[in-house]
């Protein structure tokens, strides 16, 4: 798989974190590929065969072509169906509400496609996006259609920039009962809040965010024992960060590092 991102331009970069594509042949025993919750929503162009992605029950869907996946909050499983073309732009948490037409926390967990959140200019971005020969040419569509419909950089929740934005900079170990005090608001104001404009509470972001720093450190082999790990991250002992483990990536940290970091891998501390 060819893996490449690009930057937005300065006019969208405080909501969209980059552009990314990914590129491979179709192979003759395709694998389950399983995505963990990062705290970004993503437009994704589909120019090669469909994802078939794996629900809970045990059944299976075929995604759309273009559509918004929302925030995820348990493991996903996708696997290829044949070649893999695929360009899609991934959002800051907050980064997508300026864009959105239906409640946020209505798309958790599910890919809703272009059509039912735009309509007929949903269904032409998509065929305009993938008849275009470059990325470059298709990052630009997809820029265009986006300024048009961002009225100004007052579209940004200020206060949910600053949570989000704290949240990182602690790698999750703000409590929420911190976060509250330093932006002077109660916790029942900022949940509502979270919940319009990223789609999660603020406990799970943080969690999320706790999560990815720990993926990152294990895929770059920083770290001594998983004990330790937990520990430097802010979880009370072991058995903490395994229950959290394990809920967010289906997996014990164990299983996790040594058979998983695969298409993950790909996205963890990705800008």
């Known amino acids: 798989m060819e893996y490449k991102t690009y930057p937005p331009q300065r006019a969208l970069a405080s909501f969209i974190k980059c552009f990314w594509s990914l590129n491979g042949p179709a192979s003759d025993q395709p694998e389950r590929q399983r995505i963990v919750p990062d705290g970004c929503m993503e437009m994704i162009f589909n120019d090669g065969d469909r994802y078939q992605q794996f629900l809970s029950n045990g059944d299976s869907i075929l995604q759309p072509s273009s559509f918004v996946f929302g925030q995820i909050t348990d493991p996903l499983e996708i696997a290829p169906t044949g070649v893999t073309g695929i360009l899609a732009v991934r959002f800051y948490p907050d980064g997508f509400a300026p864009f959105a037409t239906i409640p946020i926390r209505d798309m958790d967990n599910r890919a809703v496609s272009l059509t039912e959140l735009y309509g007929g200019a ?49 790698n999750g170990q703000t409590s929420i009962e911190d976060l509250t005090e330093q932006l002077n608001i109660n916790r029942r104001q900022l949940e509502r809040r ?23 450190l294990m895929e770059r082999n920083q770290f001594t024992t998983l004990t330790a ?22 997996m014990s940290p ?18």
């Open 254 to 271: 164990r299983q996790f590092y040594g058979d998983n970091l695969k298409l993950s891998s790909l996205f963890i501390g990705t800008e």
């Open 122 to 170: 949903g269904e032409q971005l998509g065929s305009d996006v993938l008849i275009e020969k470059t990325n470059e040419a298709r990052i630009a569509v997809i820029e265009t259609f986006l300024l048009n419909r961002l009225n100004s950089q007052e579209a940004i929740d200020s206060l949910a920039r600053s949570s989000v934005e704290m949240l990182f900079r602690t």
């Open 194 to 216: 979270f919940a319009s404009v990223i789609g999660l509470s603020p406990k799970q972001l943080s969690r999320i965010i706790r999560l990815q720093n720990v993926l990152k």
């Open 229 to 250: 790990l937990a520990l430097e991250n802010g979880y009370f002992d072991q058995a903490h960060f395994i229950k959290d483990f394990k809920e967010f990536t289906g």
